[in-house]
């Protein structure tokens, strides 16, 4: 309030400030200046309003006090020195007597004394709660040196109680950080879920069924390891036929999976349906024990020959079941025309099951209904 008690004061020093009508004009003057440096600004919080309201009152009932007091001190020198005579009267408006041969203007009244009503909020829009002047905020006459505090005023910023305000920031970044890292935990759960990490872990959870490591990367037909191997014109002797068109006993299908024997322009193939993206919707291809037996403890490959029975690419899902051996993990493969798919499995265990295992072939890990041709499955074992 310090910038606007002073120009209050420049403008009393400069107007006829004995005058109780000219210092009211000047006084509402301020008051204007605060609520346009409010409103300049932003200031919106009723708290804060209120506080800068209550301390333009203070300031202007201080000064008021020393005006008064000061016209008091004059009235009182001028008194001693024989210039005037004030008689008390029971009047509102005391008329002064002329001791000498000059006019004098006698001493001004405040119309709406100054005042502080502690026991009312100062937040209200149409009462102030201190000085309420009688007249309009007008400048005529005497009235100059009001015109100049309003020009002084108008620069004036009140101080900003801001604290409020901060602490909502505050509260708002601490929200904002808390939902980027739920979103983030939400989207690695998702990521968890839908990736087979969890289906691969319960593989293992039992001891009877060590879960196998892959050491080679799901690939699509055009990996550098299936060109290496040459599976599209040739497999060598060293690969095991598991399974043929011809070997459906081989087979058998989940609740929601299905399989039929068909011929292709590039053979004879087993069409496999899935209406699940589980395993209830997958086709299950028999290994033997005597196949199984050749893969404990070496690194191994697996190679299926298939086909999208449609014109479009389907997302083919491969697992394995090798009985105590454990399992291999959930391959995923994009096919369209007829290629080999291959990935690569390494056991931790040199078992040998006396039951069969099982290769999963899942057609459509999407749900929708798609459909492959199965040619052949073979498996390479390691070295």
């Not at 004995?18 to 600004?41: D, F, T």
């Not at 299950?284 to 020959?305: D, M, N």
């Not at 997302?315 to 454990?326: H, I, K, N, P, W």
Request: glycine letters at 10%; charged letters at 25%; hydrophobic letters at 40%.
């Amino acid at each position: 309030m310090s910038g606007l008690e002073t120009a209050i004061r420049n403008a009393l020093a400069r107007s006829e400030r004995a005058n109780a009508e000219v210092r009211a004009r000047i006084y509402q003057s301020a008051r204007n200046a605060l609520e346009a440096g409010l409103r300049k600004q932003e200031v919106n919080d009723p708290e804060t309003i209120a506080a800068q309201r209550h301390r333009l009152e203070e300031t202007i009932h201080q000064i008021e006090a020393e005006e008064r007091a000061q016209i008091a001190a004059t009235a009182a020198t001028a008194a001693a020195r024989g210039d005037i005579r004030v008689e008390p009267q029971a009047a509102a408006r005391p008329e002064p007597e002329v001791s000498t041969g000059r006019d004098l203007r006698p001493e001004p009244r405040l119309v709406a004394e100054p005042r502080m009503e502690r026991d009312r909020p100062a937040a209200a829009a149409g009462d102030i709660g201190a000085i309420r002047p009688e007249r309009e905020d007008g400048f005529a006459g005497n009235g100059a040196g009001a015109a100049a505090a309003a020009g002084e005023a108008s620069d004036f910023l009140p101080e900003r109680v801001a604290r409020a305000r901060r602490r909502r920031g505050r509260v708002f970044s601490f929200l904002l950080v808390v939902a980027t890292l739920i979103a983030a935990l939400g989207a690695l759960a998702w990521w968890v879920q839908t990736s087979g990490l969890l289906d691969d872990l319960q593989n293992g959870a039992d001891g009877s069924r060590p879960p196998a490591r892959v050491t080679g990367e799901d690939f699509s037909g055009e990996d550098p390891i299936k060109k290496a191997l040459d599976t599209q014109s040739r497999f060598s002797s060293d690969w095991r036929a598991v399974f043929a068109p011809s070997e459906t006993a081989k087979l058998s299908a989940g609740p929601s999976g299905r399989f039929e024997s068909v011929g292709t322009g590039d053979g004879p193939a087993v069409r496999i349906t899935s209406a699940n993206p589980d395993r209830d919707g997958a086709v299950r291809i028999e290994v033997s024990p005597e196949i199984l037996g050749e893969l404990g403890g070496k690194a191994s490959t697996v190679a299926l020959t298939v086909q999208a029975a449609g014109d479009k690419p389907v997302q083919v899902a491969v697992e394995c079941d090798f009985s105590t051996m454990g399992g291999c993990g959930r391959h995923r493969f994009t096919v369209s025309e007829r290629t080999d798919i291959l990935f690569q499995v390494e056991f931790d265990r040199s078992l040998s099951p006396s039951e069969p295992g099982h290769i999963l072939v899942n057609s459509d890990i999407t749900g929708g209904n798609a459909s492959v041709n199965l040619f052949a499955v073979r498996i390479l074992p390691g070295e």
